[in-house]
C-alpha cells in the first residue's frame, strides 16, 4: 500500500544551525506534499507545501525540494530557533494523506 | 472561531462504552477528514466527507467505527462497544477548494479504561 518514510525520527540542533528533514513516498500518483509542526496538545499545523509540478519552494527559513524521479522530498529550516522545536510530519498525496511517522526536533537555546 | 473545533478535548471512557465525537468546520469547508493518531504516530486517515456525502471510508478500523455529516457542515465520528486500542487521539482536518490544504482541529484525545 501507500508508504511514507521519515527520518530522522529525533534530531537535535544548536540555535542558529540548519536542520533537514527527509521524506521519501512509493505511490507514483502522489501529486501534493505538505509540510506540518505538531505542538505538544495542538494539532497539527501546516508551515510549507510543494505540487509536483514545482522542485522546491521557500518561504523565510522554511524550505522544501522534491524529487519526484527518486520519490523524495525533503524540509530545510535554516538559523533554528527555539520555537522550532516540535514534531514535524511530511505527507504526501494522490487523493488522500498519508503521513509520514514524525520527526522530533529539538532546538538547543 | 476561525479554525476547526473539535470537542470534547479529552475523553474517558471504560471499555464496551460507546462514544462521540464532534467536529466543527471552517466555516465553508466543503471537504471533511477524520485521523486516529496514536502515541508517537503520525496521523492516519479514518474517513472523508464532501460536503454530507461519505465518499471514502476504507480507513475505518472496524464497524465499530461510524462518522456522519448529516448536513454537510457539522460532523460526528462514533465509537460503538469501545475496545482499549481505540486510545488515541482524533483528529478532524477540513478543506476549502480541492487544491487548498487540510486545516486541523487541536484533537480529542480517547482514553479507554
Known amino acids: 500500500g501507500e508508504n511514507v518514510e521519515q527520518h530522522p525520527s529525533t534530531l537535535s540542533v544548536q540555535e542558529g544551525d540548519s536542520a533537514v528533514i527527509k521524506c521519501t513516498y512509493s505511490d507514483s500518483a502522489s501529486n501534493y506534499f505538505p ?5 505538544l496538545g495542538k494539532g497539527p499545523q501546516l508551515i510549507i507545501d510543494i505540487r509536483s509540478n514545482v522542485g522546491e519552494k521557500k518561504d523565510q527559513r522554511i524550505a522544501v525540494t522534491l524529487n519526484k524521479t527518486a520519490k523524495h522530498f525533503s524540509l530545510h529550516i535554516t538559523e533554528t530557533q527555539p520555537e522550532d522545536s516540535a514534531v514535524y510530519f511530511c505527507a504526501a498525496s494522490g487523493g488522500k494523506l498519508i503521513f509520514g511517522q514524525g520527526t522530533t526536533l529539538q532546538v538547543k537555546p | 472561531g476561525a479554525g476547526v473545533s473539535q470537542s470534547p478535548r479529552y475523553k474517558v471512557a471504560k471499555r464496551g462504552q460507546d462514544v462521540a465525537l464532534r467536529c466543527d468546520p471552517i466555516s465553508g469547508h466543503v471537504s471533511l477528514f477524520w485521523y486516529q493518531q496514536a502515541l508517537g504516530q503520525g496521523p ?3 474517513t472523508y466527507f464532501q460536503n454530507e456525502a461519505q ?4 480507513g475505518l478500523p472496524s464497524d465499530r467505527f461510524f462518522a456522519e455529516r448529516p448536513e454537510g457542515s457539522v460532523s460526528t465520528l ?3 462497544r469501545t475496545q482499549q486500542e481505540d486510545s488515541a487521539v482524533y483528529l478532524c482536518a477540513t478543506r476549502g477548494e480541492r487544491n487548498q490544504p487540510q486545516h486541523f482541529g487541536d484533537g480529542t484525545r480517547l ?3
Open chain 1, 35 to 39: 509540510w506540518y509542526k505538531q505542538e
Open chain 2, 78 to 80: 462514533k465509537i460503538q
Open chain 2, 44 to 46: 492516519e486517515f479514518l
Open chain 2, 55 to 58: 465518499l471514502d471510508k476504507s
Open chain 2, 111 to 113: 482514553s479507554i479504561l
